[in-house]
């Protein structure tokens, strides 16, 4: 019952992120809070922790999407509240040392500390997940391409762990992350 609660919460996320609608963020609490039991019940204990920082990134990306300023006190835009952007180049390449770094640290955690029998795929999509929302949080288009690898990933780990709703639930986030990333394009467009 908790996770068909959790996915109907997921799908007016989704629903909202797709809009680029800044309550999203408020959802963005909700769902986190219901699936950190769902995941800690299946042994899903990288996403039972990635919950808590969606918490957490939820918060901070409705501070930087309503004032469009980020925690360390660097405005981002003139704008009231933050355009859609692409991701510069130098944050790709940062982006992709804390996910390498990332994974390999919760692959271990999960490895040495844990039951789970999925540590190698947990990993992956939670730190992947970790830039996702980070991603998310700063109004990067590109943003959208990662969810979809997640999305897709994760619906074939849930699958595995039996978490059927949840698999489905994903199934759709990985399609509507193509159009997501269409309607952002068409958006961040007409911002400009």
Known sequence: MLEILGV???IIYLWLEYRASIYLWITGIIMPAIYIFVYYQAGLYADFGINIYYLVIA???WFVWKTGFTLLGKRETTERELPISHMSEGNWAKIAVVYIATQLFIAWLLINYTDSTVPWADSFTTALSIVGMWMLARKYIEQWWVWCIVDVASSALY?????YFTAALY???AIISIF????????MHNEQ
Do not use: D, F, R
């Open 8 to 10: 109907i919460i997921g």
């Open 180 to 187: 997501g990333y269409y309607k952002w394009k068409k958006m």
């Open 59 to 61: 918060l901070y990306g």
């Open 171 to 173: 199934a759709v986030y």
């Open 159 to 163: 699958v595995y762990k039996e978490l």
